[in-house]
């Protein structure tokens, strides 16, 4: 992920900021890129000396909040958390996403990576990932898996999955991951595809249980 402004920016005023900045979070309330969102704006009011108000504008997998950024006025005061999966992916996955990433954005600086997790509900009787394949083999429906959105990262991950296994997976796109870890420790979907920092503490609690990782290593 990473921090990008409408592009044209004007040049460096000597006041600023003269006011409150406005942290466009593309995604619901309670997701790891919302979460990060707000660890992100506590620390740069505090370098800035101004407030930094995260603003979520959720909806078509990231694309309103991002499509809002880029139409803004371009003139420091409006941020966009952006990410992989707005930036990169959806502007081939979606025939209009209202932007151009390497025109309408001025890129600020990048925030970290992500390793993405398979969690499931504890009631979910595959463990691992080659049970949670083959139990996906035998629904006629198919194993529900949520995500943030359709085209991010997590989507991609579940579609490659499906691709090189061959397992009976169906995609569940969510306005954010936070309302996807809900349903699945409610029991409603059976798995999650996030990132780790999203749902390893219910994982640590009991509430779900990891699958399997993204990374070549065995996460932490």
């Not at 900045?21 to 790891?32: D, K, N, Q």
Request: aromatic share 4%; charged share 15%.
């Amino acid at each position: 992920g990473g921090l990008a402004l409408s592009a044209s920016t004007a040049a460096a005023q000597a006041a600023y900021p003269a006011k409150p900045i406005r942290l466009v979070v593309p995604f619901a309330p309670g997701g790891v890129t919302d979460t990060s969102g707000r660890l992100i704006a506590e620390q740069l009011s505090k370098r800035l000396g101004q407030q930094v108000i995260v603003d979520n504008k959720p909806g078509a997998s990231g694309n309103i909040g991002t499509q809002m950024v880029a139409t803004a006025e371009p003139d420091g005061y409006t941020l966009l958390l952006g990410f992989d999966g707005t930036m990169v992916i959806n502007p081939h996955v979606f025939p209009k996403v209202g932007f151009d990433t390497a025109k309408d954005f001025a890129p600020i600086g990048k925030i970290g990576d992500a390793i993405l997790i398979l969690v499931a509900h504890p009631g979910v009787k595959a463990k691992t990932l080659q049970e949670v394949i083959a139990l996906s083999k035998t629904q006629s429906g198919g194993l529900s898996y949520g995500t943030s959105g359709t085209g991010g990262t997590p989507h991609i991950a579940g579609e490659l999955l499906k691709q090189r296994t061959g397992a009976n997976l169906v995609h569940i796109p969510y306005k954010g991951g936070g309302q996807a870890m809900i349903d699945v420790m409610g029991g409603s979907i059976p798995l999650v595809y996030t990132a780790v920092a999203g749902a390893i503490s219910h994982v640590k609690s009991g509430k779900l249980h990891a699958v399997a990782v993204s990374s070549a290593q065995r996460a932490p």
